[in-house]
Structures are given as structure tokens and as C-alpha cells.
């Protein structure tokens, strides 16, 4: 099956700080990339859609300027939570579909993210 | 908002034993699938049962789903202690090119 690698799998952090996570599509060209948000033991919710070569789409309640995201190639999407703070500590996980459907969707592994 | 209800939240069953989770939706669907996260971990697809499906079948995997009751089961046979994850149910549907997810299900199988 396809692969999705999201580099890092944990990042702690000093409040204030920005942090880059990236999501790579290996073996495929994702067109769309999804960033979603989990709490521990809870739902996944969606934080953006990411278009390859045009901006995000970001959700409602979600600071675009908070959580900025770049889909510069077919392969990879980064999501950068900037002047981060506690409260933004978090498991972040992208995915991506192939082609334009929503049928199947590939996973990353998942960044949990710590701010001190 | 949330779309997908999963029933029970959790369930701890023996080895062998068969696992039913239940997910209630909102509003209509394009397609249903069902996702598992093993903790700390990305989810992986597991099936998808469009809109004029009533049943599924995947190896040790059964989904139904039933439009008229917003519903959709996810039966796990034969469970085996590996099957311990999470597993969500997520919906798309047409308003909108999204995949809504509910809250999961724990699932502990015991050796």
C-alpha cells in the first residue's frame, strides 16, 4: 500500500518557539493532504486541507496564522505551529488521498508534540 | 462537528471472541469506512462501504451499514490479542470533501 512518512514522531518544545513537522507521500503524488489534531483519547478533528501549489483550507476555529501550512510539491506537506505554547501540545497526524477521491486515505505515523 | 457516534467507547473481550462496534451518522453519506489506530500511531483503512452497500466482507472483517438507521457495524471475528487498537468510523458525504471521524472505540482483546 502506499506510504506516508511524518518526521518528527515527537518534538518538545520551549514555549514561543515555532515547530516544522512534515509529511512525505513516498510512493505517490497527493494532491490533497489533510492535517488533523488528536487529543489523547479522542476523535481526530481536521485542522486544514492541504492543496498542493495554492493554500490551505483551514477549518473553522483554526488560526491560519497559528498553523501554517505548505504543500510546495506532490510529495510534501509541512505544518508549522509557530510561537508555540503549551496549549498547542497536541498528537498531530497528516494524511493524503490518492487522486481526488476520498476512499481511501494514508496515514502518517503521527507527531506528538510537547511545549514546555 | 462530530458526525460519526461509535458504540461502545470501549469493549474488552477474550481472544477468539467476535467484536461488534456500532457508529451512528447524521446526515447522508457518499461512503463509510472504518479506520483502526494502535496508540501513539497513525490510523490505517481497514474498509469502505459506499451508500448502496448493505453488507461487506474482508478477511476476519464484517461492515454493514444501514442507511434508513444511520448506522453501520463493524464485526472483528475470531479476535485475536494484535486486534487491540482503536477504531473509528468516518463518513464523507456529499456537501462537503471531507472525512468526518467519531470518537473511537477501544478495544482490548485478552489473551
Known amino acids: 500500500g502506499a506510504v506516508v512518512s511524518q518526521h518528527p514522531s515527537w518534538v518538545i518544545c520551549k514555549s514561543g518557539t515555532s515547530v516544522k513537522i512534515e509529511c512525505r507521500s513516498l510512493?505517490?503524488?497527493?494532491?490533497?493532504m489533510f492535517w488533523y489534531r488528536q487529543f489523547p483519547k479522542q476523535s481526530l478533528m481536521l485542522m486544514a486541507t492541504?492543496?498542493?501549489?495554492?493554500?490551505?483550507?483551514?477549518e473553522q476555529g483554526v488560526e491560519k496564522d497559528k498553523f501554517l501550512i505548505n504543500h510546495a510539491s506532490l510529495t510534501l506537506s509541512t505544518l508549522t505551529v509557530t510561537s508555540a505554547h503549551p496549549e498547542d501540545s497536541s498528537f498531530y497526524i497528516c494524511?493524503?488521498?490518492?487522486?481526488?477521491?476520498?476512499?481511501?486515505?494514508?496515514f502518517g505515523s503521527g507527531t506528538q508534540l510537547s511545549v514546555l | 462537528s462530530q458526525q460519526g457516534e461509535e458504540d461502545p467507547q470501549a469493549l474488552s473481550i477474550q481472544e477468539g471472541e467476535n467484536a461488534t462496534m456500532n457508529c451512528s451518522y447524521k446526515?447522508?453519506?457518499?461512503?463509510l469506512q472504518w479506520y483502526r489506530q494502535n496508540s501513539g500511531r497513525g490510523l490505517v483503512h481497514l474498509i469502505l462501504?459506499?451508500?448502496?452497500?448493505r453488507e461487506k466482507h474482508s478477511g476476519r472483517l464484517r461492515v454493514t451499514l444501514d442507511t434508513s438507521k444511520k448506522s453501520s457495524s463493524l464485526l472483528i471475528t475470531a479476535s485475536r490479542a494484535a486486534d487491540t487498537a482503536s477504531y473509528f468510523c468516518?463518513?464523507?458525504?456529499?456537501?462537503?470533501?471531507?472525512?468526518?471521524f467519531g470518537k473511537g472505540i477501544t478495544l482490548s482483546v485478552r489473551p
Open positions: 446526515t447522508s453519506i457518499n461512503n
Open positions: 468516518a463518513t464523507v458525504t456529499g456537501a462537503n470533501s471531507k472525512l468526518t
Open positions: 492541504s492543496n498542493e501549489g495554492s493554500k490551505a483550507t483551514y
Open positions: 494524511s493524503a488521498s490518492i487522486g481526488t477521491g476520498l476512499e481511501k486515505l494514508f
Open positions: 462501504i459506499r451508500s448502496n452497500e
Open positions: 510512493d505517490f503524488q497527493a494532491t490533497t
